[in-house]
């Protein structure tokens, strides 16, 4: 099932929901090479991190398992998470920012330009958040819950 392109975490499956585990993990293995984990630390506050996963073995909470994350679903949500409102914004900086210059001085312009750019941030948060609310859950994307391991 899982290939050279996945990432192995170990954790403890805390809570149960239909086919969907919350898996506890300890910020480590794939955290550690990567250049936000202090970041991810400072902003969370805890060593641990809950990660959803398809529990296709059935594994009970308090259970010790192994999650595979597929490399391009692991892609796909930093595509979403950095990326698109990285653009978003650059884009309405921009394009704001010069429509707000012919008008305005430029001081005012900044802030408009400013306030517009975080409010595209608001619109696209909410709108993603509408969007998914009413969608049943994916599970071909989600990570999956490949083994129990020995307590």
Partial sequence: MATDDSIHEIGRIVRKDGEVAVVEIPKAGACEGCSASGVCHSLGGSDLRELRAVNRINAEIGDQVEVVVQARTALRAAMWVYLIPTLL???????????????????????????????????????????????????????VVTRRLAP
Avoid at 106 to 121: E, I, K, N, P, Y
Avoid at 126 to 137: A, D, H, I, V
């Fill in 89 to 143: 914004m650059l884009a309405t900086a921009m394009g704001f920012h010069k429509l707000a210059t012919a008008h305005w001085s430029d001081q005012t312009a900044q802030m408009a330009t400013a306030l517009v750019t975080l409010g595209s941030l608001v619109l696209f948060i909410l709108g993603t958040w509408l969007w998914k609310r009413g969608r049943p859950l994916d599970l071909k994307n989600f990570p």
